[in-house]
C-alpha cells in the first residue's frame, strides 16, 4: 500500500447549499490501484463531495489534484473526459433512449462522421461493453423504459465502464442491485483495481465496506473524521467514528417471542394482482409482518394492495370490520399507512417544505371551520420533527435539499402525525445510515408495543428476521414459505424459499 | 420481408380502414379523393414534424401557425421583387427570426415556451396584418406558386420526413432532445447542456415552419394574414398528428412515418365528414371530440390495458 501512488487529492474542500454547511475542511486522498470506502450517517457530506469530484457540484473552496494536477472540473462532462466517472445514487438513465444511446450519451461524437451518427456501429459497441460487464441479457436496442430498475443501473454502469475511468465513483448504487448486480458491480471494481485505476466506493452496508475497500475515509456532519487501513477495519469503530457515539452490534429486537394477539387489523385473500399470484395473509394487533424475497418476487406490490393503491383482479383486502379496502383514501379512513419503496416518487413531495410534508395526511386535524391554523401546523410539525429528530433548518425547508435518512423520517412523521394504527413500510432503511436505522427499528419497537401493527417489506433479511414476528417470504409471487419467530428462521434457510 | 416493413403496413391498416369506411358510407368520397386528403395532410405534417421535436423535449408551442403565415407573407412580399428565390428567401428568414426570437426570450427571460409562444402568436399575427396592409391578403405569380403544387409538394414532405428522421435518429441533436424531455436534471448531471439542446430544438422548428410557409402559400397561391389570435387553429391538427404518431411509437419507432399516418388519418377524417356535408362548425366539434379521444386514450392507455387484463381474468 505504502508504495501506491497518489491518484487523486482533495484538500480543504468546502461546500454550503444555503445556510447548511455541507462540508467542512474536508479532505480525501485516493492511492492508484485502490477501492477507497467513502462512509459516514446520512448527511454527512458523503454525496456532496463525491459529486464534487464527479463535476456535478462546484465547491465553494478548495482544490484537487488528479495525477499531481489540478483538477477543477466545471462539468461532469469535464470530469468524464478527465477520466472520473460517477454512478449515481438515483436512477440516471433515460426511459425514452435505448440502452445504446444512454450508454453513450454525451458521448456519441465518436459514431458521428460528418454530422450523421452511425446508429449500427454505436450498438454494435454497446453490445461489447454490455458483455464486458456481464449484462449480455440487455440489448442495446432495448428502451430503457421496458427494462428493469436493476437492468437500468446495469446500463448506467456499462456507460461508466464505456468511459474507461480512472477513477469510478460508486454512490450508494448496491441497495438497487440483487446478488447478481452487486456481482457484476464488485467485478468491474476488482478490474478497475487490476487495471491500475481506483475506485470510490459509497454504501451504508458496513460489512459491505469492509469486504471490498482497501481503505476507509470516515465523514460526519460534513466534517472529515478519519481515514482507517484495512488492518484496522472493525465494524465497532467504523461505527463509532460514523456516529460518535457506541452503537450496540444487534440494533434489531431482542426478544425471540412472536406476536400472540388473535384480534385481525387486515386481510388480505386470495389476490391475483400486478405480480402477486393468489396471495392469502392476516396482520394481527401489535404485530410485525416481513416479507422478503427477491427484487422482482412481487413483494413490493403487497404494499400497493393493502393501501389500495394497486387493483386487484381478483381477491380483496379488508379491514378489521371486514370492510374492502379498494382505494388509498379508504386505507387511509382505517388508519392506514404507506411509504413506498420509491421515497423520493411516491412518499414525498420533494419540492415542497418539510411542514407541507408532514401536514398533508393531517389537514382534518389542523384545520377549524375548514381554515388551517398555521400555528397548530407549526405545533405540530415541531414536535414530530423533534420526535424523530429530523436534521433541518427549519419547517419551510425543502424535503429535497435533506439527506436519505431524514426524508425518510418526515413520511414516517407524516403517518405518525396521521395516526396511523397500521404503518406499510416498503424497503424503509434503504439508502439510510446506522445511526437512524437504529432510530427506526427502535421507533417500531414502540409502536409495536403500543399495538400499531407494521408490514415490513425489504429486500435485507438480516432486517426482516431481526425485526419481525412472523416472516412471509415470496416467490414468483406466491408465498413460498411462512416463519414465526420463535423458530428463529435463518438467512440460509429464506434464501432457500426464495430461489 | 423486413419487420419494419410488416410494421409499417399494420399501421397503415388503420388509414386505409377509415378510408374504407367513409368510402362505403360518404357518397362522393372514394379513391379519387386520395390526391386531395394527401395534399391536406401535407402542410400539418410538416408542421408536425418540427412540433414532435419540441414536444419530445417536453415542451408545447403554440406558435407556429402563427410563425408560418407570417414566413408566408413574408416570403410572398420578398417573391414580388425577387421571384422565388425571394419566396424561400422571405420564408425562411421570417421563420427563422420567430424561432430565434422565442428562443432568446425562452432562454433568457426563463419564461415556459407555452407562454412565450402565445405572446409570440399575438406579435406575429400584428406583423403580418401590417406587412399584408388593408387587404389582409396577399397573392402570388403562378409561376412561383409551382414549387409548392403537386407533386413539388409531395417531394418537399418526403425531404422534410427525411430530414426529421436524420434529425431524430442519426444526429446527436435528436438523441439530446429525447434526453431532455426524459429529465433535465438528469441530462445536466451528464453533461448534456439541456439549454443549448432547446434552444436547438427551438430554431429546429423554425425550418419546418419555413417549409410549411412555402407550402402554404402555394398551395392557394395566396395567404390571408389572421388575427385575434386566428393562427392557433393551425397548430391543432399537427398536434393530433404527433399525438396519434407517439401512440404507434410502441410498434415502430420511425417518427415522420408515423406523424404522417397520424396526419393521413385525420385527412381522412376531414375530407370525409365535409363529403357527409357536416358544417364547419360540426367540423370544429369533431376535431375537438377526435382530440379529446386521442388524449383521453394517450394518457389513460395503461388503465385501459389493465381494465382489459382484469376483465379477462374475471372471466
Redesign the interface.
Known sequence: MGQQKVLFEAKDMFKSFGVTKALKEVKLELKSSEVLGLIGENGSGKSTLASIIA??WAADSGSMFLEGQQYFPK????A?YSGICMI?QE???????SAA?NIF??A??RF?KA???D?RRMKREAAKVLQEIGASHISPSDMIGNLSFEDGKLVELARAVSIKPKILIVDETTTALSRTGRDILYLIMEKMKKGGNSVIFISHDIDEMVDKCDRLTVLRDGNYVDTLEKKDFSTQVIRRLMVGREISDNYYRTDSESCKNEEIVLQVKDV?AGKLDNISFSLHKGEILGFGGLADCGMHDIGRIAFGLL?T??GEVKDAKGKKIEAPAQAMSRKIGYIAKNRDQEALMTNSPILDNICIASYDKLSKNGCILPGRENKFVDYLADQLEIKMQDSKQYVMELSGGNKQKVALAKWLGFGADILILDCPTRGIDIGIKSNLYNLMIKLKKEGKSIILISEELPEVIGMSDRVIILKNGRISGEFRREAHPTESLLIDYMV | MDRNIINIIKLLLLPVGMFLIFTLIAPGFGFHSIPVIISQSIIQVVIGFGLSLLM?AELMDFSMGARTVFAAIFGGILSQSMGMPGLIFGCLAGAMFGALLMAVLYQYLKIPVMVVSLGIVMIYEVLGAKLTGSSGYLRIGSDIYQIGSYPNNIIILILSGVLCY?LY????IG??I??V???EK?C?????HADRVKFIAIMLTGVYCAIAAVLTICYSGAITASTGMGTLGIIFKPIMCVIIGRQMRKTLDNMPILIFIGGLCISIIFNGFIALGLPDALQDIVLGIFLIIVMGYSSNSKNIT?FY??LM??K
Open positions: 463535476g456535478i462539468n461532469s462532462m469535464e468524464n449515481l436512477k440516471s438513465t433515460f426511459d425514452h433512449l444511446n450519451i454525451g456519441e461524437k458521428v454530422g450523421i451518427l446508429g391475483i387493483s383482479d381478483t | 419530445n436524420i435518429y442519426k444526429m446527436r438523441c439530446h429525447t434526453a424531455g426524459n429529465d438528469m445536466r448531471n451528464i453533461g448534456v389493465n387484463r382484469r381474468t374475471a
